[in-house]
Structure formats: C-alpha cells, structure tokens
C-alpha cells in the first residue's frame, strides 16, 4: 500500500439509528448503532475495525457496502455518493462491493447446492456458460480449502468453518474491488485460518483489492492490517497504524482492549483484567465521553463534554480522549511476547525443514 | 516398538468425580463407509475443563450434538462402547428423557446462534421458558433470573433487551444471549461449541470468568470446543486435539504447550500469530483435509504430513504414552528419535 494512495470509500457524519417501537417490556426507544462516523479508507489498504460487542462495526461494515442504509450521512464510493446511485448502477456495484457475513448459516441459501451459491454471482454477474461456471467455482473452492465435490451438497452437511469459506468463495467469485470480510476467519481453526489470511493477502498483491476486515481476533489483525480503527458504542475513538496502536494504544478502551488478549501460555492463570463497569446502552449513550462510566482515568470535564477525533502527536494518528497525551506519559502496558517452549520451537524446525524437502520431492 | 495403547480416559485426569465418560464414539453419514468421527473417547470430571481443538471440519460440533441428543439418527449412525453422564447412558436415553436433561442439567452453547435461537420469539421469552420447563418456579422469578442471567453477560439494559427479537441483536449479543440459556439452570454439563468467537477480547475475558465462577460454585464441568489457542492455555485443564475425525494427542494442557508430539499439533502451535510485529507470511500446514472418501486407510493425517512414510499410509497408529497423562497417535513420536538432527 502507498500511503498516499486516494480514499476508495469515504463516509461523512454517518449514523445508523434503529428506531424501536414500544414493546410489552419496553417503551419507545432510538438505539443509535452507528452514531458520526467520518472515515476514508484507502484504496489497497487493509483496514480493521474492532471494538466492544454491539458497538456497531457490522452495520457500518453493512452500510460501506451500500446493503443497508444509513439514517443520516453519507458513504461515498470512488467519488460518488451511494444514495446518489440507480437501482441497475447498485446492482452492478455489488460485484465491486463484496461482503463476508459474519454468521455463515443464516447467510447461506439452505436450500440451494453449494455449487451453485458460490456461482450465482458469477451467473448473475458475468453471464459465464454453465461449463465455464463450473470450473471457475471448482477453482474457487480449492482456493479456501475445500474440494469440488464439496459442491454437491448443501449448506447444512457443513461444519462451522467450512461454511464460512463457503461465503469467502462467494465474495471472491467475481473479482470484488472492496470485502468487507466481518469475521472472516473467525469459525476457523488457526491453521486454516492463516491459509485464508495468506489467501486474502496474494489477492490483495494480485487484484489491488481492498479490505475492511471486522475481527476480534487481535493476532489476526496485527499480522494483517494496515491501520486499525477502535470504536467503542458507535463512535471512533482511535485510528492508528497498526504497529503504532499495539505498540502504544492511546485511547483508555483500547488499552483495556489489548489488555484483555489472552496469551498462548499454558496455565497462565494470571487474574483476567476485566474492563469494569456496566456495559452503557446504545438507547442511552452516557454524556461527554461515551467511555467515562467505565474509564479509569476519567475526570468531571469527561462527563460533561465530549471528545473529538483529532491528530495525537505527530504520528497520523486520531484519538478520541481528552487525556490522552497525560495518560500516555503514565505506565506503559505492555505485556512481554509469550516465549515459545524449546521443544515447540525445535519440533517446529523439523516440521518447516521436512515440509520444504517434502515439497521439492513432489515437484 | 512396544505401544502398549493408553485408554483416553487414563490420559485424561483420573476418575475424581466424573460428570461425562465417552468410549469409542464413532459417527458416520448416510451410506458412507467412512466413519467422520472415528473411536473417540475422553472424559471431563466435575469442576474441570476439558478443551477440544482441531482442523475445521474434523468432527467436533457433531461429537457434541451426538451427546447432547441433537443429532438426527438417520442420516447419522452413532455407534459407541460406553458413556455416562451423572450414572447413565445419555446415547441410550428416549427423545423425551432427553429433553428433560437438555437444558437442565447438560447444557450446550451452539457454535452457530441463530441455528438454535428461535426468529419470532423475543430472547426474553425463549430465557423464561427455558426457566420454567425445567424448574419449579413461578413466572416472575424465572423472568428475574433471566434479567439476572443477562445482566451477568454483559448484556446492557438487561430490562429492555428482554424484549428483543434475535435479529436486532448483535452477533455478539446472540452468543451472550445463547450463553445466559445455557447458564441459567446452572448444568451439570456444559458443552461450549466456540463460545467466545463473536466476542471481542474484553467481553470474552467477562464470560470466561463466569463460567470459571459458575464451575467453582456449582461444580459445572465444561467441554470447551474452540480453536482459539489463548483461550485454551487460560481456561483448559486437559486437551484432546483432533484430526479427520481422530483424536491425535491428548493430555493436560501444560503437556500440550511445552511438548506437543504430533506432527499436526506442531503445526496447528505454529500456525499462530505471534502478537508481535508483522513477520512475514503466518505458517501453516500445507494442503487440505482429503474428502473421507479419501482417508488414507491409516494415519489420517499421513497426506499432509512431512514426515510420513508408507507405514504411516497404511497403519492406523495406535495412541502410546508420551508422559504422564500425556498420550499420542503416531509412528514417529517422539519426533527426534526418528529423525537425524
Ligand atoms: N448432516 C451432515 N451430513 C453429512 N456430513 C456432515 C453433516 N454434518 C456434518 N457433516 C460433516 O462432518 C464433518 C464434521 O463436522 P463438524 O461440524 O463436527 O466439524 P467441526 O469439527 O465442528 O468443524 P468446525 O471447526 O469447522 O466447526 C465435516 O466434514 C462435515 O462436512
Ligand atoms: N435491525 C436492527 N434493529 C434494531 N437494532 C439493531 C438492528 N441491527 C443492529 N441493531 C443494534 O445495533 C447495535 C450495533 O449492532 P452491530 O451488529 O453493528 O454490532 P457489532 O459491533 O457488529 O457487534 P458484534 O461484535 O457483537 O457482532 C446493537 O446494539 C444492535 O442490537
Ligand atoms: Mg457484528
Ligand atoms: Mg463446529
């Protein structure tokens, strides 16, 4: 990625806010979901979004795709507004405009062949004949792992991670310019998992594709992303390169974020670090800062006034905190890296050592 | 080589208070020969946490519906030598007697939640009637422990969420929403099929300190199924690692970390990613799980593993000790005995 590459996706002030009606438990109430986000993603780079459950990141992930409409603001796509857009020019803008749904059951047909989920955008896109079908979904499949006889059954006689490359199959089929992958990976067991990240970084290299990946998966993120955006109960709160932010988190929520990653040690029984406090309700969204009822460090001026987006230091890097730089100055929390036992590390050489011998063998 | 062939359930943990034994769970489809789970067998003791971790895809989500009732028989065929639960055999067991247990006293967290939330009712109803099918209380207090049980997973406005349809929710919220059903009658059992994966780090940390609550207060042993290694160092006592349907290693979890023996655990260890600076591409084992028309006819793994050889194509390895508790199936562990270094 150049950094200086232009923005492919913009979003200005956008909202999402659910209205709901009064129910035999509840008023009337506005639940505010995504609440002024202003974002430009750069076309080539890989983008994470993470942040607490609930604060938003599939209906924005959702609305950048054009797949529900915002209630205020705009997502504008190359330059154009996508409310802006005909009907047949959003049709021909899904291709483009790709999304891998975060529950693989519910967003897969039940009731059609695989074959021919992952190849109805082909159908519907490209107009391919049935024996060119055929064979691009076969290529397909193979791309995430699974075989082409696969195709010929149903959603239904597949585990968990399997479905979900189901849907990366489909996202794929027609040469998509933007995923927005929510989960992608997060049904798969980890060696998978990091063949499906390889995947997505050679078509990245290959096609110049653009990615917005929501993951709660931290590794994932830090080993594939460029720059990673935090947000916490429908706002931004942080936007840093992604070493930067691992590095040195700023904003409090991400500090308690990184600080709750578990590490790989076998028994490590340290107590968790749980981020206290109640979970605020996106119908009642606290006042100033939305983190204050659960910040460690906050201060009277944090409930009355709220904290803007801005330039931290001189890195290009946002944060939404009226402390930040006084926190930063505190503690560093920084947990070491978890060291690999020896008998890991040397059995690991073997396996890489006999994996190469055993690929040149083949060739 | 003598391999005498350790029983899983020496392998894992002695008998203190077992809640759930299994013994050569296999499990097939339809008309075909192969077995998808293939001689399985552990066992979880009361207050304890057994973790199951494999390659997607190798049978794990059917070996815990099988358990829990859930698998229709046909098409599956579910054959085993024994299982107890809390005295008696829950595969033998009627649909009714069944369903008396489910949700009671064994209780399942599914991988996928809107599979197993109902679309048109709210998540308050679904709570509540789980409450009082089971126990002997009143309407009010089943609906006061489902605000509680809410509340307890970090679902904000527990009150007013009472009233929520599935799909307004949040994918994490489902999984939290599927976490309070399973909790709220306090199981015996709880079989956890990826519980934590649509929740971020901070929520997860929240609920995995619920459930160690829960099993220090009421006993609850728990199979966690997940593939997340972090959790399964924080939270596990004993492993099974599985493979094609296989268990390949097994043991308590500081034996799986410090000295994993098959070649597939080595792999899947390092595969993770660290969490320091990018380094190039992650590793991971080459190839793909062959279709189970074409398991090789003995080690499952021998097709992708480097170090296999025609013994390993042809013979099933037995499981063999590899420490205390500690045991593995394969030809060539320990690894360096068999190789030049
Ligand atoms: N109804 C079915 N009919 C035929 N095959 C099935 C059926 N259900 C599952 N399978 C197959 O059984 C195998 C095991 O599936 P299972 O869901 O147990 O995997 P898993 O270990 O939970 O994987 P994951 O980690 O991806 O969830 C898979 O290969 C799957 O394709
Ligand atoms: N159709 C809907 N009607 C009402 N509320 C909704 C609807 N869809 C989403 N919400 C609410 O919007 C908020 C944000 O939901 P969203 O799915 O974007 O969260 P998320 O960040 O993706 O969370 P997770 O990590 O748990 O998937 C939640 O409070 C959710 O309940
Ligand atoms: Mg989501
Ligand atoms: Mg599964």
Not at chain 1, 61 to 71: E, F, I
Not at chain 1, 184 to 200: C, E, K, M, R, T
Not at chain 2, 186 to 198: F, N, S, V
Request: with cysteine; hydrophobic share 40%; charged share 20%.
């Amino acid at each position: 990625m150049t950094p200086l590459s232009r923005p492919i996706i913009e979003t200005v002030g956008l909202e999402k806010h659910f209205h709901l009606p009064a129910g035999p438990f509840r008023p009337a109430a506005t639940l505010r979901a995504v609440d002024g986000i202003d974002l430009a993603v750069r076309e080539g780079e890989t983008l994470a979004l993470v942040g607490e459950s609930g604060c938003g990141k599939s209906t924005l992930g959702r609305m950048l795709v054009g797949l529900l409409d915002p209630s205020g603001g705009d997502v504008v796509y190359r330059g154009r507004n996508l409310a802006a857009f005909t009907r047949p020019e959003l049709r021909s803008l899904r291709r483009e405009l790709q999304i891998i749904f975060q529950d693989p059951f519910s967003s897969l047909n039940p009731r059609m062949l695989v074959s021919d989920i992952v190849g109805e955008p082909l159908w519907l896109h490209e107009g391919l004949g049935r024996r060119a079908r055929g064979e691009r979904v076969a290529e397909l499949l193979s791309l995430v792992g699974l075989s082409p006889e696969h195709g010929e059954r149903y959603p239904h006689e597949f585990s968990g991670g399997q479905r979900q490359r189901i849907g990366i199959a489909r996202a794929l089929a027609c040469g998509p310019k933007v995923i927005v992958g929510d989960e992608p990976v997060s049904a798969l067991d980890i060696s998978v998992q990091a063949q499906i990240v390889n995947l997505l970084e050679d078509l990245k290299e290959r096609l110049g594709l653009t990615l917005i990946v929501v993951a709660h998966g931290l590794g994932v993120i830090r080993h594939m992303s460029d720059r990673v955006a935090v947000m916490y109960l429908g706002e931004i709160v942080e936007m840093a390169e992604t070493d930067a932010l691992f590095d040195s988190p700023l904003h409090p929520y991400s500090r308690a974020l990184l600080a709750a990653n578990p590490r790989a040690v076998a028994g490590d029984r340290r107590p968790r670090r749980l981020l206290e406090g109640e979970v605020p309700s996106p119908t009642a969204p606290p006042s100033g800062c939305r983190f204050h009822t659960r910040c460690p460090h906050a201060q009277a001026i944090c409930a009355e006034s709220r904290p803007r987006l801005a330039p931290a230091g001189t890195a290009p890097r946002q944060v939404a905190c009226h402390f930040w730089a006084e926190i930063a100055e505190g503690e560093v929390a920084h947990l070491p890296s978890p060291v690999r036992p020896p008998a890991l590390t040397r059995r690991l050489a073997l396996f890489s050592e006999s994996s190469n011998a055993h690929l040149r063998h083949e060739e | 080589m003598t391999a005498a062939d350790v029983t899983l359930s020496q392998a894992c943990g002695q008998a203190e208070d077992t809640v759930l034994a299994v013994e050569g769970l296999s499990i097939g489809f339809g008309s075909s020969p192969v077995d998808l789970v293939d001689d399985v067998s552990f066992r979880v003791g009361r207050g304890r946490t057994l973790a199951i971790v494999g390659e997607s895809g190798c049978g794990k989500s059917i070996t815990s519906l099988a358990l829990m009732g859930l698998l229709p028989s046909p098409p599956a065929r579910i054959a085993h030598r024994s299982a107890r639960f809390l005295g008696r055999d829950p595969l033998t067991l009627g649909q009714r007697a069944f369903a008396d247990l489910r949700g009671d006293r064994m209780a399942m967290i599914f991988q996928e939640p809107m599979t197993s939330l109902n679309p048109v009712f709210t998540v308050g109803q679904q709570i509540i009637e789980g409450v009082l099918r089971h126990k002997d209380v009143g309407w009010n207090e089943a609906r006061a422990r489902a605000v509680a049980m809410l509340a307890r997973v970090r679902i904000a406005g527990a009150e007013r969420r009472l009233g929520a349809y599935p799909h307004e929710l949040s994918g994490g919220m489902r999984q939290r929403v599927m976490i309070a059903m399973a909790l709220v009658n306090q199981p015996d059992l709880l079989i956890a099929d990826e519980p934590t994966t649509a929740l971020d780090v901070t929520i997860q940390a929240q609920i995995l300190s619920l459930i160690e609550e829960l099993q220090a207060t009421t006993g609850t042993a728990v199979l966690l199924i997940t593939h997340d290694l972090g959790v399964v160092a924080e939270t596990a006592h004993d492993v099974i690692v599985m493979y094609a349907g296989r268990v390949v290693e097994s043991g308590p979890v500081e034996a799986l970390f410090s000295d994993p023996q098959h070649p597939y655990t080595i792999g899947l260890m390092g595969a993770m990613p660290s969490m320091g600076r990018r380094e190039g591409r992650l590793l991971s084992i080459p190839g793909a799980v062959p279709p189970p028309s074409r398991f090789p006819a003995g080690c499952r793994f021998a097709t992708r593993c480097p170090f296999a050889d025609d013994r390993c194509h042809a013979q099933k390895p037995p499981m063999v000790e590899a420490g205390p508790g500690h045991a593995v199936r394969c030809w060539k562990a320990p690894l360096e005995e068999y190789l030049p270094s």
